[in-house]
């Protein structure tokens, strides 16, 4: 599992060949990572993810995307850039209300294929 990494790492096609080459065939890996974000860890923060842009990552590293998802909606991105903070899902009118034109994060089941 990495959650709310990949972001922060300069090379991430290298960090996933790594993790690939770590995980036996048929293994699995789990990523989430935001689509929007607000500044933050800089200078290490260095990239957002589109749901495409993260299974295209993950396949050129050699792994098969198993399932691929997103979450988001417009109060969050709203709250997000007004408070410049992360929304809580206390703060949010509808939190569970999924909009898949607002992404605000994405995520990502892929395997290593069996060999």
């Known amino acids: 599992m990495v959650s709310q990494t990949l972001e922060h790492l300069y090379d991430v096609p290298r960090a996933l060949r790594g ?19 607000i500044p933050h860890m800089e200078p290490f923060h260095f990239t957002s993810f589109t749901p495409t842009g993260l299974a295209a990552a ?7 995307v198993a399932e691929l998802g997103l979450w988001g909606n417009a109060d969050y991105a709203r709250r997000l850039f007004a ?3 992360w929304p809580s899902f206390r703060d949010l009118d509808r939190p569970v209300e999924n909009d898949p034109m607002v992404p605000a994060g994405v995520w990502a089941l892929a395997m290593r294929p069996l060999e």
């Open 19 to 37: 993790l690939w080459g770590r995980l036996k065939p048929g293994g699995f890996l789990f990523t989430s990572c935001p689509a929007l974000s």
């Open 58 to 64: 993950l396949e050129a590293s050699g792994f098969a």
């Open 83 to 85: 408070t410049r903070a």
